[in-house]
Each structure stands twice: as C-alpha cells, then as structure tokens.
C-alpha cells in the first residue's frame, strides 16, 4: 500500500469520535465514554471491525445499537465497510467507563 493510500485511510480516533452519538436508550451516555467499545480495527480499503459489547447481554435494543454504530462509522471519510461484532467476554462493568462517561452518570444521579 503506498503512503498515500495509507493516508486516506480513516483513523481510529475519528471513528470513535463518529461513534459517540450511538447511545443506550436507557443509560444516556454514548458507547465510547460507556466503555462499550472493546476493539476497533482499520482495515484495507476502508473497512472498519468493532468489537463492542453491552451493558447487559439480554439488551432489548442490540439491534438498533448495532445499526447506530455501523451507520455513525460509515460516515467517517475513507469508511467503506463496517463489521460491529458483539463480544461478552469480559462482561462489561462501570469500571470500563471512561472518566467522561462517569462524569456524566454522577449528573444523572448515578453514584459512580
């Protein structure tokens, strides 16, 4: 791949940032500060795998989760693919949440 393939080539950072406006229903905190997002590669070509997890493994709304993700990293300039892949080992917990997203659950009320 020539450099400036590589260079069009979406960065990491700018997906996680595409990706903080998917957000649970019910915790109203985007996945990245959640501490949802449990891996994310860039691939060749533009194609972007996500491994992601929930906050409970019976979530209701998986599905709309995983369209939200796919549909925010899409728009990400160089994105051409999208895989979101849902991992449960190891089970999420507060403790992966970033110091934002705690931040904002003590807003709401959350002892975190």
């Known amino acids: 791949m020539s450099e400036l393939e590589m260079s069009e080539l979406p960065s990491k950072e700018a997906i996680l940032e595409a990706l903080k406006v998917v957000r649970d229903p019910e915790i109203p905190i985007n996945v990245v500060d959640l501490g949802l997002i449990y891996g994310?590669?860039?691939?060749?070509?533009g194609e972007v795998e996500i491994e992601m997890t929930l906050t409970s493994m019976g979530c209701p709304v998986q599905d709309m989760i995983q369209a939200d993700a796919e549909l925010a990293?899409?728009?990400?300039?160089?994105?051409?693919?999208?895989?979101?892949?849902?991992?449960?080992?190891?089970?999420?917990?507060?403790?992966k949440m970033s110091e934002d997203g705690k931040k904002q659950m003590r807003m709401f009320g959350f002892n975190i």
């Open 73 to 95: 990293a899409m728009k990400v300039p160089g994105v051409t693919k999208v895989t979101v892949d849902f991992i449960w080992s190891p089970p999420w917990s507060p403790a």
């Open 40 to 45: 994310l590669e860039v691939k060749e070509g």
